[in-house]
């Protein structure tokens, strides 16, 4: 950007010749760019191609006149702050005046045009130009800068989003880990004593896991998991938590179970599909296994005992173990 087009600009408005070379020589050494037009017509189409920090109009001139050349800038919403300087040999008379400010002029300048006047309201005019356009670089680079802020603002919130999510779900298959399933298991339990309804947990071994890991490797045993992960929660309901402990353990908080068969039930369809095949993809390759699951089952009923989350795990665990040695790949209920 040149040091000339960085000028403030002023039009100067008149249809005499001689009117626009005097004041051509009497701003020469104002600091603005002047631009000139000899009617109104052309006044506003300059108008519409520059921003002008003052308007010099005479009020007489054939076709359209001062009055209606200011007001139809007036009009122009991105045009109706510019001000306006009425030069006229009617500045005695206070209708055209009166008439003029109604029109939006912002001061008048009577003919003969006074070279002290006339350079002294220039100078005043375009140092609240000056003043104008700093506050709006200061505006823009507030705009700037708040809009900025919002963006940093908005990536620490998706950043801390992250990092609690990584702090209470297992990296490997996306599920919640031991700290977020006990933080569950103690909301169930307490909404179980407030209200006065039950729920049950489940613990889950993987039947054969280990053997998957021996013969394939560990990527395949945690594309397993993986898969194992995916399937968990297809079978159960929205409001119920699957959870994975650690290694090959699992677990489930089933929200609102009155009668234990029908989470011994809901458990059974689970280890059943479970126990379905698996396609695992493995370093490009296609791998196929199988795998089973013993679940062991602990229903919750209101107690208000303090240990009452130590016990039901305890149960469940217990539970789970009696399906490893009773044949593996099976579900038992926890005795009550």
Partial sequence: MTSESMK?????????????VAMRRLLAHSGAQLFEATSGNQALALCLDHEFAL????????DMDGF??????????????????????????????????HSGAVDYIA???????????????????????????????????NEEL???????????????????????????????FRDRLQGAIQRANRHHISFALACIDIDGFKGVNDRHGHAAGDALLQEIASRLPTHLRSNDTVARLGGDEFALVLEEIDDPQMALQLCEK?????????????????????????????????????????????AADNAMYEAKRNGKNRCVLART
């Fill in 270 to 314: 689970l280890c059943a599909a479970l126990g379905e095949p698996y396609s695992l993809r493995v370093n490009g390759e296609r791998v196929e296994v199988r795998v089973g699951a013993s679940i062991g089952i602990a229903p919750y009923t209101p107690s208000g005992q303090a240990d009452a989350e130590e016990q039901l795990m305890q």
């Fill in 8 to 20: 403030p600009k002023i039009l100067i408005v008149d249809d005499t010749p001689a009117n626009l």
């Fill in 68 to 101: 209606e050349v200011a007001s139809l800038l007036g009009d122009t919403e991105h045009l109706s702050g510019t001000p306006i300087i009425f030069v006229t040999a009617a500045y005695a008379d206070d209708l055209n005046r009166l008439k003029g400010y």
């Fill in 150 to 180: 919002q963006r940093e603002i908005a990536e620490r919130k998706l950043i801390e989003t992250m990092v609690r999510h990584q702090a209470s779900h297992d990296p490997l298959t996306g599920l919640p880990n031991r700290i977020l």
């Fill in 55 to 62: 308007i010099l109009l005479d009020v007489n001139m054939p």
């Fill in 111 to 145: 003919k003969p045009i006074n070279d002290v006047i006339l350079q002294s309201k220039v100078r005043v005019f375009l140092e609240l130009h000056s003043a104008r356009m700093k506050l709006r670089e200061a505006m823009a680079e507030l705009a700037d800068r």
